[in-house]
């Protein structure tokens, strides 16, 4: 979309901080007002509009596109979107562990960089969750559900949004609630769900002879969400 507007301003409402460009306020998809909960977090998206070229590019703007989602979707389809995003306790990337023999070294990886988290589970929610080495499906504990379903139903709907979009992208629950309970950074949220694949980039010696671009380019983005999934918290 060509840029359409000259002043990016921030204004206080009723509800709210919306930002306006020129003398509009910023809409989300579904053509609501774009209102953020702090005038922290409208001078930061603030900044994401005034930042944009010629043209406006919705990838360079993480903070309105995740604000958004809050206002679209979690504030509209919450309960549904959790039904989802708890199916991922008996999924959970962190629970299903390779052989030791298959390959060697990469279930010593994996614990490595799996086990604290789950050490991390068992100390917040007072239950142990089960791992496997099997492909099929876990079911977890029937109390590791409920102290987990506690736990998100009590996050107001800007936490919620950010756990909504950590655990997809990491493929854990558990990352997803320690990244909202402060316990784990971005970088280590990536890393965690990378185990497997840094592990065959050390089989190929990929830093000597190069990554797959595709590769590269979708951990990229991905640690950029994670950041930007940060920042909207620490702006609340």
Not at 3 to 16: A, I, N, R, T, W
């Amino acid at each position: 979309m060509k840029k359409f507007y000259k002043l990016v301003s921030v204004h206080q409402e009723v509800s709210g901080w919306a930002v306006h460009l020129d003398s509009r306020p910023v809409k989300t998809p579904l053509k609501k007002t774009l209102l953020a909960s702090s005038e922290t977090m409208a001078t930061a998206i603030q900044e994401e509009w005034a930042a944009q070229g010629e043209t406006i590019d919705p990838e360079t703007m993480p903070l309105t596109q995740i604000l958004s989602t809050q206002i679209d979707r979690v504030s509209e389809q919450r309960a549904a979107m959790s039904a989802e995003l708890l199916k991922f306790l008996d999924t959970d990337l962190i629970c299903y562990r390779a052989p030791k023999d298959q390959p060697a070294g990469q279930a010593e990886k994996q614990a490595e960089s799996w086990d604290r988290w789950l050490t991390w589970f068992e100390d917040k929610f007072d239950c142990a969750l089960q791992t496997t080495t099997d492909l099929a499906a876990l079911k977890q504990p029937a109390a590791a559900h409920t102290a987990v379903q506690t736990k998100t139903d009590a996050l107001d709907d800007a936490r919620f949004t950010a756990l909504q979009l950590v655990v997809p992208l990491s493929g854990s629950l558990v990352l997803g609630l320690a990244f909202i309970e402060g316990a784990i950074t971005p970088q280590e949220i990536y890393n965690a769900a990378r185990v497997e694949e840094h592990f065959k980039d050390e089989i190929y010696n990929a830093e000597k002879y190069g990554r797959d671009p595709l590769s590269e380019k979708k951990d990229a983005a991905m640690l950029r969400d994670l950041e930007a999934a940060a920042a909207f918290l620490n702006l609340l």
